[in-house]
């Protein structure tokens, strides 16, 4: 397992009245990007396949396998703040952070790589209008990604189901 500290990336902020501004180059591992796309410098993204997996104990992991992948790449667990038994990943960083996690398991050629993020909303008093809010939030952090991730074949298989 290999962590990736720098990445590339195309940054894209949207402002209220449609415009766009884009910045990119390299970005680094735990921090907060605008709208980020994540691009892996070994990766051609014409031969990659991509899955996404919410970070929640219920159909997606156990909560045995969420306390590995806890444990395994760093991220803290809690229990919903509605639903008791119900486990999700937590980011503890800034109070926005209120929704769980997204696991995504990247398939290169021989290769695989693994991605931790989290997203929030840049402002508390968001939201915003209804065009911009069906991008989702805005700020994005990228808690890691690793090459040749360690994972169980169960967990696989559940990031790989759609």
Same mark, same amino acid.
């Given at each position: ?49 991509? +899955?996404?997996? !919410?970070?929640?104990?219920? %159909? #997606? ?7 590995? &992948? ?54 508390? +008093?968001?939201? !915003?209008?209804?065009?911009? %809010? #069906? ?7 990228? &808690? ?19």
């Amino acid at each position: 397992m290999k962590l990736i500290e720098n990445f590339y990336c195309i940054q894209s902020e949207i402002f209220g009245d449609g415009s766009t501004n884009n910045t990119e180059g390299i970005s680094s591992i735990k921090t907060e990007l605008i709208r980020p796309s994540v691009k892996i410098l070994d990766i051609e993204s014409a031969e990659k396949k991509t +899955y996404t997996k !919410r970070l929640v104990a219920d %159909d #997606s992991f156990t909560i045995n396998e969420l306390l590995f &992948l806890s444990k395994t790449y760093g991220f803290e667990i809690e229990e919903h703040s509605r639903y008791e038994g119900y486990y999700v990943s937590a980011l503890k960083i800034h109070k926005l952070y209120n929704s769980p996690g997204d696991i995504t398991f990247i398939e290169s050629g021989d290769k695989e790589y693994l991605m931790i993020e989290f997203r929030r909303w840049q402002y508390e +008093y968001q939201p !915003r209008g209804a065009g911009e %809010d #069906s991008l989702g939030e805005d700020v994005t952090y990228i &808690l890691g990604i690793w090459e040749s991730p360690l994972l169980t074949d169960e967990i696989i298989a559940k990031i790989k189901k759609r």
